[in-house]
């Protein structure tokens, strides 16, 4: 962890030493997470999850792409099926994404198509089993790793201080404390966001 935060240190000085632009946003939406698994057995299907956190565009006026930092928390999980049962998982995670992006603007609109990688650490989470009320996961049981790396990519439009994007993310790291099947975070979802 110590690691991460010299970088993100040295990556913020070296963005003023540069000069750059930096542009605040606030963002939130929803999404439709799930788990993608080895099993066939099993079948994972989405539930209903929600972004939101704050960041900012970094655009350098040398270079044609920018850097969008951001922090936010996500809530992710899925229905996971087999044959005899159904079990509900929710994950309440805080993501801290960086997103490199390619803008296309005239003016104050545009579009933008963007890739990168984001950290995720889980706070808290939920399970229930068929139609049976929610509780609360003992994290240090219920899943292999609180700590997820992810892949994603997003694009959308920019009109006048406002964004509207489209995203996917697919995590790295296997989730599932089972040795019978493999349990990676995915998911999509629309976001908005207001910028400053």
């Not at 970094?58 to 809530?75: K, N, R």
């Not at 889980?122 to 994290?139: D, I, Q």
């Not at 700590?147 to 201080?161: E, I, K, Q």
Request: aromatic share 14%.
């Amino acid at each position: 962890m110590k690691k991460y935060t010299i970088l993100t240190i040295l990556f913020v000085v070296c963005i003023f030493c540069v000069k750059a632009q930096v542009t605040p946003f606030i963002r939130g939406g929803v999404s439709f997470p799930s788990f993608s698994l080895d099993n066939r057995d099993l079948r994972a299907n989405s539930i209903v999850g929600f972004h939101g956190g704050l960041g900012a565009i970094i655009d350098i006026p040398t270079l044609s792409f920018e850097f969008e930092p951001s922090v936010q928390l996500a809530l992710r999980g899925a229905k996971i099926k087999n044959a005899l049962s159904t079990q509900s998982l929710s994950l309440l995670y805080i993501d801290v994404p960086l997103m490199v992006n390619l803008p296309l603007t005239i003016g104050q609109t545009g579009v933008f198509a963007g890739v990168g990688g984001m950290f995720s650490y889980a706070t808290a989470g939920w399970k229930s089993a068929g139609s049976a009320k929610s509780e609360k996961m003992n994290l240090a049981e219920d899943i292999a790793n609180r700590f997820d790396f992810s892949a994603r990519v997003h694009g959308g439009l920019r009109v006048y201080g406002h964004q509207l994007s489209l995203f996917y993310e697919r995590g790295f790291i296997n989730l599932s404390p089972s040795k019978e099947y493999t349990q990676y975070n995915s998911g999509w979802g629309i976001l908005y966001a207001y910028i400053f």
